[in-house]
């Protein structure tokens, strides 16, 4: 098991950038698969995209492809996930979720069995 901790959420215009961090906590966090959904109200938490233990392996939604770029390093035990050209529909509560890596990708968030607290993406338009 290991402890997820998001952060770099905030308020950013249409057009603009974040970039979103998930610190890992405990584990090995180095033998896990990482993924970040979001949340909007209302709504069911949807997969934005996912990254391989080894992090040469990516997966996005459709929705995020060329726009967000997942990574990360693991000497830091920390997943990153860069977002560009915002849009108001991208507003959610973005969280990360981890699971024991395998040679499956994982897309729902059922699959996922750790997970941050969440923090809130707020695109203005």
């Known amino acids: 098991q290991v402890h997820l901790v998001e952060s770099g959420g905030g308020l950013v215009q249409a057009g603009g950038s974040l970039r979103l961090s998930c610190a890992a906590f405990?584990?090995?966090?180095?033998?896990?698969?990482v993924g970040w959904f979001r949340q909007s109200p209302g709504m069911e938490r949807e997969f934005v995209a996912a990254i391989k233990w080894r992090g040469g392996l990516t997966k996005y939604a459709d929705s995020v492809m060329g726009r967000f770029t997942i990574s990360r390093d693991n000497a830091k035990s920390t997943v990153y996930l860069q977002m560009n050209s915002l849009k108001p529909e991208d507003t959610a509560v973005y969280y990360c979720?981890?699971?024991?890596?395998?040679?499956?990708?994982?897309?729902?968030?059922?699959?996922?069995?750790?997970w941050g607290q969440g923090t809130q993406v707020t695109v203005s338009s």
């Open positions: 979720a981890a699971h024991w890596a395998n040679t499956d990708w994982y897309v729902t968030a059922t699959e996922y069995g750790d």
């Open positions: 405990g584990g090995t966090f180095s033998a896990y698969d």
